[in-house]
């Protein structure tokens, strides 16, 4: 994920820096042995997924909403907070690499190969940390009746009753709030911008909800842990059309979009553009 910034605040970033500085981050991934790239995102799959207890324990503490609209606002509020683990504490997550791995391989300074390794490490581990979750929820929850089975009964049935092409559709989206996520953290000049910007972009997947890959495992589940009648078919059939539109949405309507506007636009230098109004 992205770093902090040593430039000075106040002045603004051009497309091209913030561009290199995505493909300096993903090119240290990329470098990164597997399993210290594994270790990480296996935290993530493990933060992110206090993002599915909080949506549950919501849900069950409400007794109910009496708004739609009340329910989905609350549900997309407090997991951003788990996204928010993820992205200031650095760690390695599966749709945040959909889009920055991608960008040092359109650029010709990594292959293929290398860019195959990330994802499918990350991923793994991603969904490791996320079943482990789940099973801490399933055995947990109830005991301390911070949690109801139905709760993550309700958030299995907003994911998984859809064909094919509205979980993909549905996970671009995703996806590409993801990789806006990304694109905005390496523009934040300070941390408290940073943090605004993810809780502000992430509470709309969790509002729709949209179908995220990792967020969305440890849903699926801990439904399944806890005897909500989810399969593991149904829960394959989510997972893959899920990572395919969460690929498409971070690689292309992000990654592949934004690095190739700033190639075309042939810029050579930065400009700090405050810097040049304050100079006039």
Not at 29 to 51: C, D, H, T, V
Not at 183 to 206: E, K, M, N, Q
């Amino acid at each position: 994920m992205s770093s902090e910034s040593d430039e000075p605040s106040g002045a603004s970033l051009s497309y091209r820096r913030i561009l290199e500085r995505e493909m300096e981050n993903a090119l240290k991934e990329i470098r990164r042995p597997s399993k210290g790239l594994f270790l990480s995102g296996l935290s993530a799959g493990l933060n992110l997924s206090f993002g599915a207890l909080l949506m549950g324990m919501a849900l069950t503490y409400s007794g109910g909403f009496g708004s739609k609209l009340v329910q989905q606002a609350v549900l997309g509020g407090v997991s951003s907070i788990a996204f928010l683990f993820v992205v200031i504490g650095q760690t390695e997550l599966f749709t945040a690499h959909s889009t920055m791995a991608i960008l040092p391989v359109l650029d010709g300074r990594a292959t293929l190969e290398e860019l195959g390794r990330v994802w499918s490490v990350t991923l793994a581990a991603n969904l490791v940390g996320c079943a482990m979750f789940a099973g801490l929820i399933a055995v947990l929850g109830p005991r301390m009746g911070v949690v109801d089975a139905d709760a993550f009964g309700t958030l299995a049935a907003a994911l998984l009753p859809f064909s094919w092409w509205v979980i993909l559709l549905s996970g671009v989206v995703a996806g590409w709030l993801m990789g806006l996520v990304t694109w905005l953290a390496a523009a934040s000049r300070d941390t408290v911008s940073r943090i605004l910007f993810v809780l502000i972009v992430t509470a709309v997947i969790g509002f729709g909800p949209f179908h995220h890959s990792i967020l969305g495992t440890t849903e699926v589940l801990a439904a399944m842990f806890l005897g909500q009648g989810v399969t593991l078919g149904e829960y394959g059939h989510f997972i893959l059309w899920t990572t395919v539109g969460n690929v498409v949405g971070g690689a292309v309507f992000v990654g592949l979009l934004n690095y190739g506007h700033v190639a075309l636009a042939g810029e050579e230098q930065d400009v700090d553009f405050d810097a040049t109004d304050r100079t006039e």
